[in-house]
């Protein structure tokens, strides 16, 4: 006679597994398993062969990082993403996973700034060979390739000045050269833009923001066009230890029950608040893509086809006292660097995400003392307005 050891209550090591019975959870579960109990060697073989499915380890792949990966994958219209540790740990999938020393990438001048820190440091460190051009000019973009140009990574619209990327044009040009273009989507997300179809490569996102949407997740999700991509993509993420937590990847979920309704209505209060903020004393301009006065309104009518997002940027008269009287008249708003998250947010560049230019360099790209960033959440917008026209006022006032 055998005995079930795991059954024996005098063994408390063993572990038992939950109590089945009819009737299954609604919820996804949360599968925190580090480890997979497989019933041979054979099945070993088979699982790491392919010929069965099945999960081992969990840097490896565990069924809360999938199941996250599969919703964005038909979010995204894409198949076989993977969902890793950070948007940076999809962005270093890529550039560890598609590139060899040697090879040469080019990045918009506007990007996310660790990402533009890894091309202009940490990737000439490990071999690979950078630029950093405007996108907003395919002839910028077509005067920095090289023979060994392997990779072109842009964002849609550029974080937190509003450019939009003449995505079109570059595509053109990376295609007829056999280059990849990566466009990292965390802004535009794919209620507003689908990589895919605009021709380009690979897709990655900062799930941290306004997909999962509650500030509580750091997580990132990367895609390629082709197998033979993704494959590398998977290895670099298991090499590299670039893993998802589970409890991040089933929080983030959740987040993405409610994306749409989140996205939509972002997006409208986005549009009202740019409007009200445009008719204030003392506010010099405002940046949203659906505007008419929007330096690149015609591309971003062409490539977000009226989906113009949450994100809205201004800058008020009078520098830093007019900023901080600003901040202060506001003292219910979050005052933090991030953005995606469902209530509103503000951040301030020169003191945040821009700090370690100089202020020539942060003055070319039109980022000033005065200078503000707005991630648009989902609440009341005349509350939020009248949030506003108080901070508004507040700057004019010291402004004179
Ligand atoms: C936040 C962000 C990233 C990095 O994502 P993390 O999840 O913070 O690592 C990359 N790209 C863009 C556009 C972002 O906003």
């Known amino acids: 006679m055998t005995t079930d050891h795991r059954n024996d209550p005098s063994t408390l090591i063993r572990r038992m597994g939950l109590p ?12 925190t398993s580090v480890v997979y109990d497989v019933e041979s060697p054979d099945m070993l073989d088979a699982i790491y062969e392919g010929r069965e499915s099945g999960y081992i380890y969990a840097r490896e792949a565990h069924p809360n990082a999938d199941l996250l990966a599969r919703r964005i994958d038909a979010m995204e219209g894409a198949e076989g993403g993977i969902v890793v540790g950070s948007g940076m740990a999809a962005i270093a999938a890529m550039a560890m996973g598609l590139c060899n020393a040697g090879d040469h990438i080019i990045g918009g001048d ?103 949407g509650h500030s509580d997740v750091t997580l990132g999700y990367v895609v390629a066009k082709t197998g033979e991509d993704r494959a590398k993509l998977l290895a670099a993420s298991q090499t590299f230890g670039l893993t998802a937590s589970p409890f991040d990847c089933w929080l983030a979920e959740r987040g993405l029950f409610s994306f749409d309704l989140r996205y939509d209505r972002a997006e409208e209060n986005a549009a009202r ?62 005052f933090a660097p991030t953005l995606g998250d469902v209530g509103t947010t503000l951040s301030h560049p020169c003191t945040s995400s821009h700090r370690g230019l100089t202020p020539e360099a942060r ?28 901070g508004c006022h507040a700057a004019a006032q010291v402004a004179g």
């Open 363 to 390: 003055a070319a790209i039109g980022i000033t003392e005065g200078f503000f960033r707005v991630s648009v959440g989902v609440e009341s917008i005349d509350s939020l307005i009248a949030e506003f026209i108080a």
């Open 20 to 31: 089945a019975g009819q009737g299954r959870p609604v919820v996804s579960p949360l599968q």
């Open 110 to 212: 506007q990007l996310y700034g660790k990402s533009l820190k890894l091309m202009r440091e940490d990737l000439p460190r490990l071999g690979l060979e950078t630029s950093v051009v405007d996108v907003s000019s395919p002839d910028a973009v077509e005067a920095a390739i090289r023979p060994e140009t392997k990779l072109i990574l842009l964002e849609v619209v550029s974080n937190p000045t509003i450019r939009v990327a003449d995505i079109a044009g570059i595509i053109a040009l990376a295609r007829t050269r056999g280059i990849k273009v990566a466009i990292d989507n965390t802004f535009t997300t794919p209620r507003g833009f689908r990589p895919f179809e605009h021709g380009a490569d690979i897709i990655v996102h900062s799930v941290t923001k306004l997909l999962a």
């Open 273 to 334: 608040l740019a409007q009200a903020l445009s008719e204030q004393a003392g506010v010099l301009r405002v940046l949203y893509p659906g505007r008419a006065d929007h330096p690149d309104s015609a591309r971003a009518a062409e490539l977000l086809a009226g989906r113009n997002g949450n994100m809205v940027s201004f800058e008020v008269a009078g520098g830093r006292d007019a900023a901080n009287a600003l901040v202060r008249a506001m003292p219910d708003l979050p």
